[in-house]
């Protein structure tokens, strides 16, 4: 990321933000193989857990923060507060704590136990909501509440059009090439949605490449908040599906929204840890779901593309290591990987 330095973001911060870009971004792409009801077929997937703290989420982060500073709306002593379902507040965590501010996170208190102790062990400080508190909401209210104090800096990512910019500008751009790279443009993208950063900023990039391309956003079957407006029931799959649509979200900007269940998103992951050695979160395994029911609907010369939103790690507390019972509607019965290329970057 090239950036001049101005009155709010020193030479020597602005060579920091740059050592951060080496750790972030540029990410490796997989092409994945597979045998579905007996027939072969391949898509592909971006490997974000490959960033500096194992999420796509540190793209954002790095990207605002130093927007942020080029645009003087953070001085070095803030505290930046977020609300976040977790890979946000550890990316936050890390690229704050390396810039030398003190973070501060806010968070539902039902979210895995490693996201909490990985907050914690960067020495952010870390408040929790119950349910009873008013979850996801309640926390963001609480950092709007903080904020007016001063002091603060607040990301809000679920408003924050850097979060689009830093897709269309890094994550797309580096899908965009890297097919290219193989002589192929993409034909889809599906990206499950959390602030719909990723859905809306990548889809932008590969428009540019093909007009055509149909961008998915992804939910799950067990709770619909982008078809219904509001938050609707249970599910598993940490980091998508908050309580709510977020306002960079444009709807009317994307296609058919898809869904795929949390257990099958489960069975997908744990396939994919023990068939090709890919241990992913569950998120991942709901957007290769998505991936491949698109690429079975489309066709097959269909360029899908998906993303591998961070590794299992995170997970080892949860039912992503538990036996999962299989269902007659999963994808993932008729689905066995057969093998994983990886594409130049
Ligand atoms: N998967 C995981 C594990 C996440 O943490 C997130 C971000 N909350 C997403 C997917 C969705 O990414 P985005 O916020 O860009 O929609």
Same mark, same amino acid.
């Given at each position: 990321m090239n950036a001049t330095s101005n009155v709010c973001l020193s030479p020597e911060l602005d060579r920091q933000f740059k050592h951060l870009w080496h750790l972030v971004g540029n990410t490796p792409m997989l092409e994945l193989q597979y045998i579905y009801k007996n027939k072969p077929g391949k898509i592909y997937v971006k490997c #974000?857990? /490959?960033n500096l703290t194992g999420s796509i989420k540190d793209r954002m982060a790095l990207y605002i923060l130093h927007k942020s500073y080029m645009n003087c709306?953070?001085?070095?002593?803030d505290i930046i507060v977020e609300a976040t379902s977790g890979n946000t507040g550890i990316a936050f965590s890390a690229i704050g704590k390396n810039l030398g501010h003190r973070v501060k996170i806010i968070m539902p208190?039902?979210?895995?136990?490693e996201r909490i102790d990985i907050i914690k062990s960067m020495g952010a400080e870390i408040e929790l909501i119950s349910k009873e508190e008013g979850g996801f909401l309640r926390s963001i209210k609480l950092c709007e509440e903080l904020a007016s104090k001063g002091g603060v800096f607040i990301p809000r990512q679920f408003e924050n059009q850097y979060n689009i910019e830093a897709h269309e500008l890094t994550t797309g751009k580096e899908i965009a090439l890297q097919l290219e790279n193989i002589g192929l443009r993409a034909d889809a993208f599906v990206a499950g949605v959390g602030t719909g950063g990723t859905v809306m900023g990548v889809g932008k990039q590969l428009k540019k490449y093909n007009p055509e391309v149909k961008i998915h956003p992804l939910e799950p079957l067990e709770s619909p908040t982008l078809t219904t407006g509001y938050k609707v029931g249970i599910h598993r799959?940490?980091?998508?599906?908050?309580e709510f649509i977020p306002a960079i979200v444009q709807l009317d900007k994307l296609d058919k929204i898809i869904s795929a269940s949390d257990g099958d998103s489960i069975i997908m992951a744990q396939k994919l840890a023990s068939?090709?050695?890919?241990?992913?979160?569950i998120s991942s395994g709901a957007n290769i779901i998505g991936a491949i029911k698109l690429r079975e609907e489309m066709g097959d010369d269909a360029v899908v593309v998906t993303i591998?939103?961070?590794?299992n790690k995170k997970y080892l507390? %949860?039912?992503?290591v538990k036996d999962e019972p299989m269902k #007659?509607? /999963?994808? %993932?019965?008729d689905i066995h990987f057969t093998g994983s290329l990886s594409i130049k970057r």
């Open positions: #974000e857990n /490959y709306k953070i001085q070095p002593d208190n039902w979210l895995s136990k799959i940490q980091g998508i599906s908050d068939q090709l050695g890919l241990a992913v979160g591998i939103a961070d590794d507390s %949860t039912d992503l #007659e509607s /999963y994808l %993932t019965k």
